[in-house]
């Protein structure tokens, strides 16, 4: 369980941040960060990447290294496919969000908007005024780091953007959570607003497997 909650934060990353656009903001001024950051947000349809994750303790060693693939799309689709240290899978129409481990043979059902509740990624694809006060955001040299308002509770203790200086528009995320584990996605080979079948985005449960049915209630 704690390797899919792990990656469901890993997950609500991408289901947001995808949806960044790398326009320039050059001639234009805000009166907060947080405003240059909100500037940031529309225009993408789709993003595919290729990924590598580096995961350290909170010491800064090394402990996890893996690779994967990524494809996003308006509004809320995701596939996310780790190829190593585990082969697994995550799928997202929208509505449920589709976790299958093919080692262990068992799929976790859960509803995405789950995935993104009380973390700063819900900022990434909210207007919401009172969202975006529980956060502070400050300008970095190439993004943007995002961080929760005391009394405000959140499964990521910092958020850190770095954007593309091209029209790939996001080169790397930084996640790091309450235990001081952090977890750095680097993105290459990226494309953007390519037209992607729906069908990119569903999943079908394989015969025989075990079902863990999250959604319901939720």
Sequence with gaps: MKKIKSLALAVSCFLSASFFTAQSLAGETF????????????GLKSFQAQFIQQVNDAQGESIMQGKGNI?????????????????????SNGDKTYYFDSFAEQVTIMKTH????????????????????????????KGFSVTPNKGVESQVEQLDI??????S??????????????????????KVNESLTTSLFEFTIPDGVEIDDQSQGE
Excluded: E
Aim: aromatic share 8%; proline share 4%.
């Design 31 to 42: 009166t907060s960060d947080s405003q240059a950051l909100q500037a940031k947000l529309a």
């Design 71 to 91: 494809a996003l799309q308006q509004p809320m689709m995701i596939r996310w496919q780790q190829a190593s240290p585990d082969d697994t899978l995550f799928v």
């Design 114 to 141: 789950s995935l993104i509740d009380s973390t700063p990624f819900v900022l990434l694809t909210s207007k919401d005024p009172a969202q975006w006060q529980k956060y502070h955001v400050a300008s970095t040299d």
């Design 162 to 167: 770095v954007f593309s200086g091209n029209k």
């Design 169 to 190: 528009g996001l080169a790397s995320l930084l996640v790091k959570d309450s235990s001081g584990q952090s977890s750095t996605f680097t993105f290459s080979d990226a």
